[in-house]
Structure formats: structure tokens, C-alpha cells
């Protein structure tokens, strides 16, 4: 991925690698991790243990917590939304003292939709693998967009999206290429067999925020589309790789929809394909297929 050209905005519909930047961008620092405040500072010696590493984000956390600190069990079976809420509400006290992480350990986590925070690193494990449910009533019933009025499968709500947020300041997901899936194959056949009440959920939605680095992850069939950054500014997606198979429904890589670098974050009308944007740039963005409709 040292790919040098820049390349003009074609809106993503894309099976790809992505960097996609908005003009404010400084550049990635250099983050080493911190010990876990929560169960202490020792490692390699148990459930709560943070391994050692480094990584490049627009922003280091002083906190650190392990989703096993708080109960999550990655079997792949056992339900982790409540571990995952828990250890983010935790997280959010740091928002004003240094910020928290949450590192997810290698294993894989089943979950139902969770929310994150401001000033807030998510960092999967390179052999982490945050897997969404099937299970429905695991999915809040959100109210649509307000600039959509409804949703886009079907009129009134929809789902959650897995991993959300809104109004939140300096949020990062990034990891070291590791991987959330959403099952996507379970909503694609509902959505074609008319079976589905409400809009299905996106992999990542982040409403009315602000400073978003999403980088360093493999998204693997989501329900519907990806990335949804919406009335957001200051987003940057690097080192993504998406994968979903070429005939599922509306699997878009990134949708940045009403967003902006500025403060210029204006509600739109019911989209098209052109959603409104200022001053955003894709760069370096190897385009493997196009897919989705
Ligand atoms: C996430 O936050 C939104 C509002 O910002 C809320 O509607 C939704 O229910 C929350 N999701 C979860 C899983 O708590
Ligand atoms: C989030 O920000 C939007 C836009 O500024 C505002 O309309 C909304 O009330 C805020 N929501 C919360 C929960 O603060
Ligand atoms: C993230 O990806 C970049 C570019 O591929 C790489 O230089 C960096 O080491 C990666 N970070 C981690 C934590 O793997
Ligand atoms: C990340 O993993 C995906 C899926 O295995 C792979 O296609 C991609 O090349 C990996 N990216 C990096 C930077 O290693």
C-alpha cells in the first residue's frame, strides 16, 4: 500500500484499500501503549493482560483496558455487548485526563451493537475478530437520519449500526489488521427475501462527530454499508481493507455523507448517490472491484 498518486473523488462503492483524507490532516503520531489502570499494572499474567506494541494514530491514550477485563469471553459464542459497553463506559471517565483504549485480544467476540466515546482509541489484535450477532433483538431500532427521514431499505427506523457513536470528539478504530465481521450473509438473504421490517445496520456509524481515524482493519461482510461517516468533519480512512462477495446488496466500502473538514457539516435531503461533501480527498486507493449496487 505505497501507493504515491493522489486520485479525484469518485464516490466509493469499492472492494479495496482505502486512504481517504480531509484537508486538516496532520499526520499520525507514534503511540506506544500504556499499562492498564484498571486491574493493574502487571501484564502477561492473565485475562486482563495488554500486550506491549506500538502504533501510528492521530492521537496516544494515557488509559488502557482489555475487553477481558470486563468479563468479554472470545469464544465466538458467548455474547460480549455487555462487556464491550461496560468497558467503554469505563473508558469514558479518561476523556478529559488522557483519553482511554480498549484493546480487543486475539479471539473472537461475538457482540450485539455497542457505542463508543470521545478521545477514544478502539485496537483490535491482529488475530482479534469482532463478530456482530444474528441475533436481532440484539439491534436497537434507531430513529432514520434526519436528513434521510427515513431509512433506506424501508420506511421508519432502522437498525443500530454494530460499532456507533454520536457528538463525540477524537475517536479511533484501528488495529493491527484486524478484523470485524458482520455476518452480513444472514442480513443479505432477509433484505433480498423482503423479510427485513427496518434498514439494515452499518459496520461503523459515526453521527455529529468530530476527528474520526479509522485505519489498519479488514471489514468483512457487513449488512449493508461499511464506513458511514455522517454530519461529521475531520475523518480520515487509511490501510482498510474490505471484502464482501460482489453480488451482496449495498455492501459500499465508505459512504462519507454530509461531512465535512470544517464546521460546514449541513443536513442534506434524502441522498442520491451524490451525497453533499466539502473538501474531501481520496488518496492512494487501490481499486480491486467495484461491487454492490
Ligand atoms: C448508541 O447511541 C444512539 C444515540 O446516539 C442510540 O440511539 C443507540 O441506542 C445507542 N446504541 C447502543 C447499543 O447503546
Ligand atoms: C448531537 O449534535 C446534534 C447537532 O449538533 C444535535 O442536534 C443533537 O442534539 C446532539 N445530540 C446530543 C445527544 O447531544
Ligand atoms: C498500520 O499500517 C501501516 C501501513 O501499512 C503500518 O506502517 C503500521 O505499522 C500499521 N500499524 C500497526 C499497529 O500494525
Ligand atoms: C489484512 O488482512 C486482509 C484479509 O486477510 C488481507 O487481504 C490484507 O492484505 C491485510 N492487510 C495488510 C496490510 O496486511
Request: charged share 15%.
Amino acid at each position: 500500500m505505497e501507493l504515491q498518486r493522489r486520485r479525484s473523488i469518485a464516490l466509493p462503492q469499492i472492494l479495496a484499500t482505502w486512504l481517504l483524507l480531509m484537508a486538516a490532516y496532520t499526520g499520525p503520531a507514534e503511540c506506544i501503549r500504556r499499562t492498564s489502570r484498571f486491574h493493574g499494572e502487571d501484564e502477561g499474567d492473565g485475562s486482563g493482560a495488554v500486550e506491549a506494541f506500538k502504533y501510528s494514530a492521530t492521537a496516544c491514550r494515557v488509559h488502557t483496558a482489555s475487553l477481558a477485563d470486563f468479563g468479554g469471553v472470545g469464544d465466538g459464542a458467548t455474547s460480549n455487548t455487555a462487556a464491550f459497553s461496560a468497558a467503554v463506559t469505563h473508558l469514558s471517565q479518561f476523556a478529559s485526563d488522557g483519553g482511554g483504549m480498549l484493546f480487543v485480544p486475539a479471539g473472537r467476540w461475538l457482540t450485539g451493537p455497542f457505542n463508543l466515546t470521545s478521545s477514544f482509541t478502539l485496537f483490535l489484535h491482529r488475530d482479534a475478530v469482532i463478530l456482530a450477532t444474528r441475533e436481532m433483538n440484539e439491534w436497537p431500532i434507531i430513529d432514520p437520519l434526519p436528513s434521510y427521514g427515513r431509512g433506506r431499505d424501508a420506511a421508519g427506523g432502522r437498525y443500530s449500526s454494530l460499532i456507533g457513536g454520536s457528538n463525540l470528539t477524537d475517536v479511533i478504530i484501528t488495529g493491527d489488521n484486524g478484523t470485524i465481521d458482520g455476518q452480513g450473509a444472514f442480513w443479505w438473504s432477509k433484505f433480498h427475501g423482503h423479510k427485513l421490517k427496518y434498514t439494515r445496520g452499518y459496520l461503523i456509524e459515526l453521527m455529529h462527530s468530530d476527528q474520526i481515524f479509522i485505519s489498519n482493519l479488514t471489514l468483512l461482510n457487513s449488512p449493508s454499508w461499511n464506513i458511514h461517516p455522517v454530519y461529521s468533519s475531520n475523518i480520515v480512512v487509511s490501510g482498510i481493507t474490505i471484502l464482501a462477495p460482489v453480488h451482496s446488496p449495498n455492501t459500499d466500502g465508505i459512504n462519507p455523507d454530509s461531512c465535512s473538514n470544517g464546521d460546514g457539516a449541513q443536513p442534506c435531503p434524502f441522498p442520491t448517490d451524490a451525497s453533499p461533501m466539502d473538501d474531501v480527498q481520496l488518496q492512494e486507493c487501490t481499486y480491486v472491484k467495484a461491487i454492490s449496487a
